[in-house]
């Protein structure tokens, strides 16, 4: 059964439940089976978790994703899934005070502030990777080791995009500079104003 076994590094079950959503979103039950069979996840489609979850687990779906799905679809896939992790975060994890205060501040030092948050609670989108940010003109995160690590990243770009633009600056992007998954030793976000450098 998904989630057993103690003593494993753990991430938050969104990792999971929102990329259900967005598989059903993409291509109904039979895609999101489809998926979660080949990463051995089944049962979570009927019994979706409710805590934390084994890092292993996110990661094998991630990865079933990327490798299952032609590039584009699986970026869209894994780009709507962070969105929906964002949203969630917003919904039920930040305090409206403290996104009130932040949103009133200017984007230089709500930037930092929120990354503050953001390092603080890493474990639960990063399990066992280590997090470091950097402040400045355009903000960096890298998560080194980054288990849940995909081509691009385009589940942690939208998970930490969604959060900037509705928290600091609505024009923010994030740009993954270097990822695990393509052979880095971490991968970096990079948080930039304006039009995305093409």
Same mark, same amino acid.
């Given at each position: 059964?998904?989630?057993?076994?103690?003593?494993? !590094?753990?991430?938050?079950?969104?990792?999971?439940? $929102?990329? =259900? *959503?967005?598989? +059903?979103? /993409? %291509?109904?039950? &039979?895609? @999101?089976?489809?998926?979660?069979?080949?990463?051995?996840?089944?049962?979570?489609?009927?019994?979706?978790?409710?805590?934390?979850?084994?890092?292993?687990?996110?990661?094998?779906?991630?990865? !079933?994703?990327?490798?299952?799905?032609?590039?584009? $679809?699986? =970026? *869209?896939?894994? +780009?709507? /899934? %962070?969105?929906? &992790?964002? @949203?969630?975060?917003?919904?039920?994890?930040?305090?409206?005070?403290?996104?009130?205060?932040?949103?009133?501040?200017?984007?230089?030092?709500?930037?930092?502030?929120?990354?503050?948050?953001?390092?603080?609670?890493?474990?639960?989108?990063?399990?066992?990777?280590?997090?470091?940010?950097?402040?400045?003109?355009?903000?960096?995160?890298?998560?080194?080791?980054?288990?849940?690590?995909?081509?691009?990243?385009?589940?942690?770009?939208?998970?930490?995009?969604?959060?900037?633009?509705?928290?600091?600056?609505?024009?923010?992007?994030?740009?993954?500079?270097?990822?695990?998954?393509?052979?880095?030793?971490?991968?970096?976000?990079?948080?930039?104003?304006?039009?995305?450098?093409?």
């Amino acid at each position: 059964m998904p989630g057993e076994g103690a003593g494993v !590094a753990r991430v938050g079950p969104n990792a999971i439940t $929102q990329t =259900a *959503a967005s598989l +059903r979103a /993409a %291509g109904g039950e &039979t895609l @999101a089976r489809a998926m979660f069979g080949a990463a051995g996840l089944a049962p979570y489609l009927s019994a979706p978790p409710d805590e934390m979850v084994a890092e292993q687990e996110a990661a094998r779906l991630h990865a !079933a994703i990327a490798a299952g799905l032609p590039p584009a $679809q699986a =970026a *869209a896939v894994a +780009r709507d /899934a %962070g969105q929906r &992790t964002g @949203a969630y975060i917003l919904a039920h994890r930040i305090p409206k005070p403290v996104q009130k205060l932040l949103r009133w501040l200017p984007p230089r030092l709500a930037a930092p502030v929120l990354l503050a948050a953001i390092r603080r609670h890493a474990w639960t989108f990063a399990g066992s990777g280590d997090v470091t940010t950097t402040a400045g003109r355009s903000p960096v995160l890298t998560i080194a080791r980054n288990p849940l690590a995909t081509p691009g990243c385009p589940w942690h770009c939208a998970v930490l995009e969604t959060l900037f633009r509705a928290l600091v600056a609505a024009d923010t992007h994030v740009e993954e500079t270097a990822c695990c998954a393509t052979g880095a030793s971490a991968c970096r976000f990079v948080f930039r104003r304006g039009a995305p450098e093409r």
